[in-house]
């Protein structure tokens, strides 16, 4: 997520540099064409204007849609820190020996919370780590150079910006060796760590450290996760409609084709210099086309390690801190800072 007021000129350059090179080039060599007379075909305006019209309303209704997949995950790692945090503190109010016959020690209470508690934050981190996995869809599994770019991105924007000493929370340190190695064999371990949580739950109800009521309350919680969880999936596997991400493209590519057919010879007629004045125009107004389908085609998956994405770690990491905290730790980790102007 980028926190910058803005994105700086050298930021949208570096993005955008190859956009404006092939712009210039492609307007510049037809404008070479026109100055030598070697074609003189002259579009109207208006139809030309007409498309450009329509491609304009195309690509704002893929970038609300983009933008609706992108906002809609952030309200759903919304609901996460929030039933955490509700996690958290009926875990510290319900396990206790108000309604057992034989008493488990302090010891045993405190240590069933911190399990209860490490084993939701082991949760947080293996449901974060599935998503982050490329589908087929995504910029980093296209090939070729959308690919390479992609992984630059990620590189230099994205979750190579968090390094080892404040990222890697491993979920060995959450779950116990025998736990871990039978749920990260798994296709979903996030989903399993959730289930292993209700079993332990139904455990503590035959050992009426819970109430049915309490119980009832806890699952409720789980139940919560499972839909978030689902919601997360849902984006992350089923992408923006084909027919609207991919059309688009097709729709700007044509308007820019046509464009330069139209706007030079119409600038040729103001003055015998402004031909070349023509170029930078026209780019710019391709560029602006361009800018709209590339806004929207990276927005449309908030969950693939780019700039654009849900800060996914520093979500985890605010919910761990709460968390441990409730448990009495004082020995912490950091909170994940922006690195470069951008969140993760």
Request: proline share 4%; charged share 20%; glycine share 6%.
């Amino acid at each position: 997520m980028i926190i910058t007021k803005g994105i700086s000129l050298p930021r949208l350059l570096n993005w955008t540099a190859h956009h404006i090179l092939w712009l210039l080039a492609l307007m510049g060599g037809i404008a070479t064409l026109y100055h030598y007379q070697i074609i003189s075909l002259a579009l109207p305006w208006l139809p030309v204007s007409v498309i450009g019209t329509a491609v304009a309303f195309y690509v704002g209704f893929k970038n609300n849609q983009s933008y609706d997949r992108m906002w809609e995950a952030r309200k759903i790692w919304g609901g996460i820190v929030n039933d955490s945090r509700t996690w958290g503190m009926m875990i510290d109010g319900y396990i206790s020996n108000l309604f057992a016959s034989s008493k488990a020690s302090d010891e045993e209470i405190k240590s069933i919370k911190q399990r209860l508690i490490y084993r939701h934050i082991a949760w947080l981190y293996a449901h974060r780590s599935q998503l982050l996995v490329a589908t087929p869809w995504e910029h980093v599994s296209q090939g070729g150079l959308t690919s390479k770019k992609a992984k630059i991105f990620q590189k230099k924007a994205g979750i190579d910006l968090l390094d080892d000493k404040s990222t890697k929370t491993e979920l060995t340190h959450f779950l116990p060796k025998e736990e871990h190695d039978r749920l990260v064999g798994h296709i979903n371990t996030a989903t399993q760590i959730i289930n292993e949580q209700s079993r332990d739950l139904a455990k503590l109800r035959t050992r009426d450290l819970l109430d049915d009521f309490r119980l009832i309350q806890l699952e409720d919680v789980l139940r919560s996760f499972y839909t978030l969880q689902g919601k997360n999936e849902r984006i992350k596997k089923f992408p923006l409609p084909r027919q609207y991400a991919n059309m688009s493209r097709y729709f700007v590519g044509i308007f820019i084709l046509l464009l330069p057919f139209s706007m030079i010879p119409e600038l040729m007629k103001l003055t015998n210099w402004s031909l070349w004045l023509s170029i930078p125009i026209t780019a710019l107004i391709g560029w602006i086309y361009v800018m709209m389908e590339v806004v929207g085609d990276y927005s449309e998956n908030p969950f693939q390690g780019m700039a654009n994405d849900i800060p996914m770690m520093s979500l985890c990491r605010t919910i761990e801190i709460d968390l441990r905290e409730m448990l009495g730790e004082t020995e912490l980790p950091p909170a994940i800072e922006a690195n470069n102007g951008i969140l993760m």
